[in-house]
Nanobody, 116 residues
Framework: QVQLVESGGCPVQAGWPLRLSCAASGITFRFYNMEWYRQAPGKQRELVAV???????NYADSVKGRFTISRDNAKNTVYLQMNSLKPDDTAVYYCSTDRSIVPRYWGQGTQVTVLE
């Protein structure tokens, strides 16, 4: 019943922007903090960004100043705007519900490949 459906991942040139989206269904979206993670090949999964119910945000140091997380509660969607992309941003990006709420839900992941 619960689905997080991600979209927007694709190959992109270094320095270019890209926006990911994650559409949620089956949950009361406005009651959840939402998170973006990424996992690069051979690397540990990394928390990228968090947005709270109130719209407060937090970012990993590696993306701070370049990425922006936002949400549209009317669309049950969380976004990740990625600017000035670097090759080391290449990863599978996942959205998830609040880590503090059980059960926790994850999207299927969307591949972002940044080309030099």
């Amino acid at each position: 019943q619960v689905q997080l459906v991600e979209s927007g991942g694709c190959p992109v040139q270094a320095g270019w922007p890209l926006r990911l989206s994650c559409a949620a269904s089956g949950i009361t979206f406005r009651f959840y903090n939402m998170e973006w993670y990424r996992q690069a090949p051979g690397k540990q999964r990394e928390l990228v960004a968090v947005i709270t119910l109130a719209g407060n945000t937090n970012y990993a140091d590696s993306v701070k100043g370049r990425f922006t997380i936002s949400r549209d509660n009317a669309k049950n969607t969380v976004y990740l705007q990625m600017n000035s992309l670097k090759p080391d941003d290449t990863a599978v990006y996942y959205c998830s519900t609040d880590r503090s709420i059980v059960p926790r839900y994850w999207g299927q992941g969307t591949q972002v490949t940044v080309l030099e």
